[in-house]
């Protein structure tokens, strides 16, 4: 390889300086074994199809004893397109006698120039390719779209059954809710003895359970339960043994007082000491 | 392409004369491929010296008022927009099936029953507080309608069902839905109901009852697409 | 004014008498509103029946031929676009597109021309090995994109070039590709190359080939360079 081809490749290695990272194999600037041999084939500067590939062979094992004796790491792809060359040169030199197996040293000669050439052809239109106007580079799209807007009409369904069985269930939920909402109005038996545990601490005499309720039932249609609970309650009461309660006679207005020790047991509403009353209100 | 000028009959014939002047072409790319309006400055930044912007522009609104685009001024500034004749091609309309909230149904069948009836009313007999939601996409069925305004504090709308309601669930008339009797033959309703437990017999009479006042001329719309205040009133 | 035109044609001014029809301004309107391409068959959608879409947009094309604006066919789909010789009025506005390195622009075209194609065979034309990255960069550009599997040992991933690649370029097809009927006629395409090289004519047509599988549900992930979580959630 002579000095000017040497200052070539330096040019060309210019040349390449891509923004391609890493792992490509990167010979002064050559994409690879096929791009070095492309660029020393246009050296030649004839048609590829004529291009003397033993020429070629000798260039490039040229260059790569070069790179060599510059101490140049070659990846292997170089050196086994070296190899081949060297191996192809050989062939090409001697006569061809009978060819070992498959191709000719022709053949494999044309082979290697067709693959030049499809690599050269593939770097024309590729050119050619982003040589075209480009989109948002050369011309342009529509700068404010007016998208098509999406209306959706809904449309609902629901069947008359759907309908009437929600209805009937719903009805039926809120019924049988009504009635434990009526519960609610009843006094209590419990709430019945707090207020007459209330009443008859509060007066060792006798009271009459009406007035005592009439103070405690705001509500005219709570009377009957606040009396049936009432009453209820006394008779317990009674029963055990914290409470006397006394009735005139049937119908007679019912008297309530803390249960008294047994020997000052008088009779004050001018009654006798009352056994329990079975009267009612 | 001599035939272009669609637009003034009998203005200019300068198809013949005159050929389409390069400054028309300049502001025609950039208003198209422009994202924003332009304004006439910038316009004329990009134009050849001495070129009337202005008038150009005004050429060219008057080249597209015929098209399916035309050249319009928003807010001084100039762009390109679909004409306003044509913007039902820009959407798009579909038909979406949607099934009623369990919700929405039960609400619809009392308002089907017990018409006319308020939200409260619906309240009441639900025992659920009925969301906003339920009423607002029953109207927008179409199957029920506000009728008018309850004669009683806070005035609340009181609503019906329309006639898409009959259609919908092919009844001849709402006096068709089923009654007590029949919901229990049914099924529907079981034997467990509390005494004087009744079914109404329904009635979408349009005219308005005794205890209805009718709806004021701005109720319509509000029933249709409620303020957020409404919730108030009622 | 329509009424008129049907009884006495003459009477309209207009230019050479026939009018300008009226889808001529709903196809100006539907393609000018869209940033993308749009094809004929959902622009005949909203057209009036029995309207020749094709004959009509060829009429559009002319019309905008001399216009700043064309009218052109791109992946078989319409658009509008700014003339290219206007590019020098609208590229100041433009960012910069990034580089796409040498060995980028040389895969893409291996791509282009000989798709479908796997990186094997891209490297054989290249006679070097095509870094990864060469292709996850075009991968990005959305121009390129993994086809199926070649149906060959090691069933590598095939690629093809995308909609979006037609779109960049201006190009109605892969057909339409500079130089191919060169490339096709000196023989360079059809390679007397390894097997594999069989295809005499690139096609981006979606179908697979006799001697391509259709991608595994991963593949195309790995292909778009997903976040890196994605791959580890899977």
Do not use: C
Request: glycine fraction near 6%; charge should be negative; aromatic fraction near 6%.
């Amino acid at each position: 390889m002579n000095p000017d081809e040497i200052q070539f490749e330096a040019d060309l290695a210019a040349d390449r300086a891509t923004s391609e990272p890493a792992l490509v194999v990167d010979v002064e600037g050559f994409e690879g074994p096929l791009d070095l041999l492309l660029a020393l084939a246009r050296q030649q500067k004839v048609d590829l199809a004529k291009i003397s590939i033993l020429a070629l062979a000798d260039q490039y094992l040229a260059f790569i004893e070069e790179a060599r004796k510059l101490r140049l790491e070659l990846a292997a792809d170089y050196l086994v397109m070296a190899a081949w060359l060297a191996y192809l040169k050989s062939r090409l030199l001697l006569p061809e006698t009978n060819a070992p197996e498959g191709q000719s040293a022709e053949d494999m000669a044309v082979a290697l120039a067709l693959r030049l050439k499809r690599l050269e052809a593939i770097r024309d239109v590729a050119e050619r390719l982003f040589g075209r106007a480009q989109l948002d580079r050369d011309v342009f799209r529509r700068g404010q779209p007016e998208p098509i807007a999406h209306i959706k009409h809904p449309q609902y369904s629901a069947t008359l059954y759907d309908l009437l069985s929600a209805y009937a269930q719903q009805r039926q939920k809120s019924a049988l809710a009504h009635v434990r909402l009526v519960k609610r109005t009843v006094w209590s038996l419990a709430e019945a003895r707090e207020a007459l545990e209330r009443l008859i601490g509060r007066s060792p005499d006798w009271a009459r359970l009406d007035e005592f309720l009439i103070s405690y039932v705001v509500e005219p249609s709570l009377a009957p339960t606040v009396f049936a609970s009432s009453f209820a309650s006394t008779l317990e009461m009674v029963r055990e043994g914290v409470m006397e309660v006394h009735q005139q006679g049937a119908f007679a207005p019912l008297y309530v007082r803390k249960r008294q020790p047994a020997e000052n047991r008088v009779a004050d509403p001018g009654g006798v000491a009352a056994p329990p009353a079975d009267g009612k209100e | 392409m001599p035939k272009l000028k669609v637009v003034m009959p009998d203005d200019e014939p300068d198809n013949a004369g005159e050929p389409r002047a390069e400054e028309l072409r300049l502001l025609e790319a950039m208003l198209f491929a422009s994202a924003e309006p332009l304004d006439e400055a910038s316009l004329a930044e990009r134009l050849p010296q001495g070129v009337d912007v202005h008038a150009a522009l005004l050429r060219l609104q008057e080249e597209y008022a015929t098209r399916g685009v035309h050249l319009v001024r928003i807010g001084g500034k100039w762009t390109f927009r679909t004409a306003s004749d044509l913007s039902w091609l820009l959407s798009k309309e579909t038909v979406e099936t949607r099934k009623l909230s369990r919700a929405a149904i039960e609400t619809l069948a009392i308002i089907a029953y017990h018409q006319p009836v308020t939200r409260a009313e619906i309240e009441e007999i639900r025992g659920v507080t009925t969301s906003k939601g339920s009423v607002d996409v029953l109207l927008e069925t179409g199957w029920i309608r506000p009728r008018g305004r309850r004669k009683s504090p806070g005035r609340p709308v009181t609503y019906g069902t329309s006639e898409a309601f009959l259609s919908h669930f092919g009844l001849d008339a709402v006096g068709d839905l089923p009654g007590l009797e029949e919901l229990k033959g049914s099924g529907l309703l079981d034997g467990r109901l509390p005494p004087g437990f009744s079914v109404p017999m329904p009635s979408d009479d349009p005219a308005l009852h005794d205890d209805e006042d009718p709806l004021e001329p701005g109720d319509l719309d509000l029933g249709l697409a409620p303020p957020p205040e409404r919730t108030g009133e009622e």
